[in-house]
Structures are given as C-alpha cells and as structure tokens.
C-alpha cells in the first residue's frame, strides 16, 4: 500500500503535466476552430458591404453628371440615346409589375401547396412531392425566358389577341411560376414546425381540418411563411433572363402588364453586353440602378424583418 502511494506521488506530476498539455493544445485547437468560423460567417458581411462600396463609389460617378432629382422623378429612361435622359421611373416600374405579377401567381399557389404538403398530404407522398417541386428552382432562367416567350405569350394571345409578343404579363407570370418552390419549400418547413399540441387542442374543440390549418397553424407559422413571402419578393425583382427575354427591354413608364418595359436588371444586362467605354457616363449608369435595386431589396428585407419579428412576439 506504502510502495503504491509512493508510486502515485511520484507519477502525478508527470501525469498532471500530460493533462496539462492536452488541455493547452485543445483550447488552442478550439480557438482556431473558432477563429475559422467567426471568418467563414463574416466573410458574407465583407462581401455585402464590399458590393455595396463599389455601386457607390461607381454611382458617385453617375451623380455628379446627373441630379438625383432628375433620376428619380424623370420619366424617360434613354441614357445610350444622343438626348439622353436618365430618369430611372421607367426600369422601376417595369421591375414592380413584373414582380407583382409573379407575387400574384407564386404566393397563392405556395401557400396552398405548403399547406397541403403540411396538413393533408401523407408522409410518402410528400417526400416525392416536394424535391419535385422544388427541381423548378434547378431549371436555367434563360429556358424560363423562352418558355415565356415562345408558349405563355402565344397562349395568353389566344385570350388577348391584341397582346404583342414582347409583354411583362408573361414575363411576371413565368417568373411566378419560378419562385414558387421558395414559399413552397420554406412554408411547408414552418408548417411543419408547428407544436402538435396545437393542432390536438384544435381538434378536441371540434375544429375541422380545414380550420386547423388555417386558424391555428398558419397563424402560428406565419413569421416562417412571412420569410419566404419576402425570399420570394426579392428573388422575383432580382430576376433578369427571363424579363430579357420575354419583356422587350424597352424602358417605358407604364403600369400595363400587357405592355413591353424593360427592368432594372436586363437594363444592366444590356449595357453589360454593349461596348461602351468603362468611363463614360452609360456605363456608369447601371451602378446607379444597381444601387436603386439594391436599395429596393434592402428596404423590403428590412420591412420583412419587422413584420417577422411583430409575429414573432404575437405568437
């Protein structure tokens, strides 16, 4: 018994020093670990503000030759015409019915498929469902564009026969088909989430089903679905092929889906593709609309945050 606690003393500093350097070289492995993830989750802030400098620093450019009260309030749009005007209404109103055309399309048939996909179908079938729907986020955009213009627009043409070939009503319904995987897919998650002790609760009163899901779990679910709704809003005024294609890219201040327009983002592609000097002020032109999208987007982002957080709280 002597000889093993004399061992023991004896063992113990060596032992504790092992210990000791285990613990030095895990607390310096867990650091770099950490440090790797602090820079792989800022890297997406430095990204963001590193676009949102260079579209200032590009616009600076644009306003000093233009006043921002002539972009904003001007409704002409011809900054590669000899009389250029540079009045950003037009792109803007074309992105705003094209995205509002889509949202009309995309929301109701999203929800209602979320809900399905969350409270009426069965397990199986809605594991087959559901990466089927959302394989129509997979498709490329420019197959969307000639989709919406060889098929949607001489269908619609059967309807409206004074509905020429270039249109943002074929444009925005296109587009809404596209982005219905995002209020699906997102929905029916936060569906999903739902406490079952609500929906139990719900039924024992004698709710029916159809009122569950659309008294108790919607409501509940509705930050998660608010998510989506403003996911999809920005997904749908980013789109560009499908506007390039179908729309005709002809910046024109109208309200008329039914009319050609072009968006902010095709204008920037059609400049992109052009040969205009770097330097000159065309080109610097789409930082401008750039800009103005991003802000768009920002505010829609910020005004989702909002809501989310007010139903958050409610619920």
Not at 157 to 168: A, K, S, Y
Not at 281 to 307: D, E, K, R
Request: include cysteine.
């Amino acid at each position: 018994m002597i000889k093993t606690l004399a061992f023991q003393r004896e063992s113990s500093p060596a032992c504790f020093g092992e210990v000791g350097a285990h613990r030095q070289r895990r607390r310096i492995k867990e650091w770099i670990i950490g440090r790797g993830l602090f820079l792989a989750a800022a890297s997406s802030v430095l990204v963001t503000i590193g676009i949102v400098g260079v579209l200032i620093y590009e616009s600076a450019a644009f306003f000093r030759h233009v006043s921002l009260r002539e972009f904003l309030t001007e409704r002409q749009w011809t900054p590669l015409f000899a009389d250029a005007r540079y009045g950003i209404l037009p792109l803007v109103a074309g992105t705003l019915v094209t995205t509002f055309v889509a949202l009309l399309v995309a929301i109701p048939i999203g929800t209602i498929s979320a809900l399905w996909l969350s409270e009426y179908a069965h397990r199986r079938l809605r594991e087959i469902i559901k990466p089927a729907i959302e394989l129509l986020s997979a498709i490329p955009t420019v197959v969307f564009g000639y989709f919406a213009l060889l098929f949607v627009t001489p269908l619609l043409q059967r309807v409206m026969p004074d509905l020429p070939g270039f249109n943002m009503l074929s444009a925005g319904i296109v587009i809404g088909i596209m982005v219905v995987p995002y209020v699906t897919s997102l929905g029916e998650e936060a569906m999903r989430f739902v406490p079952l002790a609500l929906r139990e609760g719900a039924y024992a009163l004698g709710a029916t089903r159809i009122q569950v899901a659309w008294r108790i779990v919607f409501p509940a679910a509705l930050s998660g679905i608010t998510a989506s709704y403003i996911l999809t809003i920005s997904r749908a005024l980013g789109e560009t092929m499908i506007v390039a294609v179908a729309a005709g890219m002809q910046p024109s201040f109208t309200l008329d889906p039914t009319k050609p327009a072009a968006t902010i983002t095709a204008y920037i592609v059609q400049v992109s593709l052009g040969d205009l000097p770097h330097n000159s002020i065309g080109y610097q032109s789409i930082f401008a609309a750039g800009l103005t999208l991003m802000a768009m987007t920002l505010s829609l982002n910020v005004l989702g945050y909002i809501i989310q957080r007010r139903y958050r709280e409610v619920y």
